[in-house]
């Protein structure tokens, strides 16, 4: 990274060619960035470079990468709520309520990456950054520009609510857990 | 051991053996064993998709020239701080200290030392947002919050003067004079931020705002020397929230 930001070619392609299946990785991960994942890795590589001298060495690296293609991801998130605003509004509870009943009968109970489409986007921001890349509490709270304590009350709900979504039956009340 | 300890340890990443008592809880909790269970194979959800990439963008390898590195994050805070300490030389230079001789000392402690901590606060986070994935250790929000409780509590309790003049055009007054301090601290700070990452405009945008807000309430309380709690909260205090709400709506514009 030192010797990219000293203007190295080979430093800077070398990096470039790291930082791409990494990107890759990151945008998979987010429900909304798998379909333009390929557009977000350029966008990403290209704000990496535009903003190379804001990287102090010493620091880690991946965090500062991460924390640039988040802010990709929610442009590109913000640019493609602006074109679909017309589509037709749907309650997320019927439509909760029918993935996960449909699942139900397919599987016996539903995927995870269907209940996660139920969190609250910062929500399921975190937890795919804890669960699914394998970052630390820490690294989350840098990439998402929040403190450590934030990030684990954002989890923590989460994990409050995945239990709740995996343990409601298609229609009834909510049961109530062995202990808590 | 409870659901709400459990979380503690479905924090954790990899593979690492839960302690006992959390596989205890497990065996005894439907909620959390299910929980855990699906969580385990989410790594997986990345390997669904094969994807090649178009390559190193062309612009990247054109445009290669060294750059310097950004300062350390406390240094880029006193930096940011710069126009603060201008706008005060300024205010001071033009309109003097008249409100700094006024104030007993306790009440200059307590609404200097409010506003200063308002103002680094400002500095602190502009300096962690051109700075992409840096570490934030201080909460701001709450922090901020006590610093305006403070300054509105000293101001409400102590500041309870009468005057036989025209408080309304010194409000006035007081009130553009806040709004110039203010525009000048923002295009000095928008200046000196110019060279950080921008990645979220519209948040910088909004702690520049923050920044000029605290640095028209600091020329404000340091040179007006009327000591009346109408004329703070109708005159400084409404320049500030007027500088904040165009801050925030600039923010909505630059998105």
Not at chain 1, 44 to 65: D, F, K, N, Q, S
Not at chain 1, 147 to 167: C, F, I, M, N, P
Request: glycine share 6%; hydrophobic share 45%.
């Amino acid at each position: 990274m030192r010797r990219y930001q000293e203007a190295d070619r080979a430093a800077a392609e070398s990096l470039m060619q790291a930082l791409m299946p990494v990107l890759i990785r990151f945008f998979l991960s987010m429900p909304d960035g798998r379909l333009a994942a390929d557009d977000l890795v350029q966008e990403t590589l290209l704000r990496i470079h535009r903003a190379r001298h804001t990287y102090r060495p010493g620091e880690p690296v991946l965090p500062w990468v991460y924390s640039i293609g988040r802010h990709v991801r929610v442009d590109h998130y913000r640019k493609l709520r602006r074109t679909v605003h017309h589509e037709e509004a749907v309650d997320p509870d019927i439509l909760q309520a029918r993935a996960i009943s449909t699942q139900s009968e397919a599987e016996g109970s539903p995927d995870f990456d269907t209940l996660m489409n139920y969190l609250p986007e910062s929500q399921r921001e975190v937890l795919t950054m804890l669960k699914v890349l394998g970052m630390t509490v820490e690294e989350v709270a840098r990439v998402t520009s929040s403190t450590t304590g934030a990030v684990k009350q954002k989890a923590h709900r989460a994990y409050d609510r995945l239990r709740s979504l995996l343990e409601r039956p298609p229609a009834g009340p909510t049961a109530v857990g062995d202990e808590s | 051991m409870t659901c709400q300890e459990m979380n503690i340890y479905l924090d954790r990443t990899g593979d690492s053996l839960l302690p006992a008592e959390a596989q205890e809880h497990l065996t005894r909790c439907s909620r959390c064993r299910n929980l855990y269970i699906r969580m385990g194979p989410m790594r997986q959800l990345t390997e669904r998709g094969h994807l090649a990439s178009s390559g190193i963008p062309p612009e990247i390898l054109d445009d290669l020239k060294p750059v310097r590195p950004v300062p350390p994050g406390p240094v880029l805070a006193l930096l940011y701080l710069i126009p603060v300490v201008i706008a005060l030389a300024l205010g001071v230079w033009m309109w003097g200290a008249g409100g700094w001789q006024a104030q007993a000392a306790v009440t200059r402690v307590a609404l200097f030392g409010a506003i200063c901590v308002a103002a680094a606060l400002a500095g602190y986070s502009l300096s962690r947002e051109m700075i992409p994935g840096s570490r934030r250790r201080i909460a701001v929000r709450p922090a901020a919050a006590v610093a305006v409780l403070v300054f509105v509590g000293v101001v409400a309790i102590s500041f309870h003067r009468q005057y036989n003049i025209d408080l309304a055009s010194i409000s006035e007054s007081c009130f553009l004079r806040g709004l110039e301090i203010a525009a000048l601290t923002f295009l000095l700070g928008l200046g000196i931020a110019r060279h950080g990452a921008w990645l979220d405009r519209a948040a910088a945008v909004r702690i520049i705002g923050l920044l000029a807000a605290s640095s028209a309430l600091l020329v404000l309380t340091t040179y007006c020397p009327v000591l009346n709690a109408a004329h703070v909260f109708g005159s400084h205090l409404a320049a500030v929230t007027v500088v904040i709400a165009a801050s925030w709506l600039l923010g909505r514009v630059v998105r």
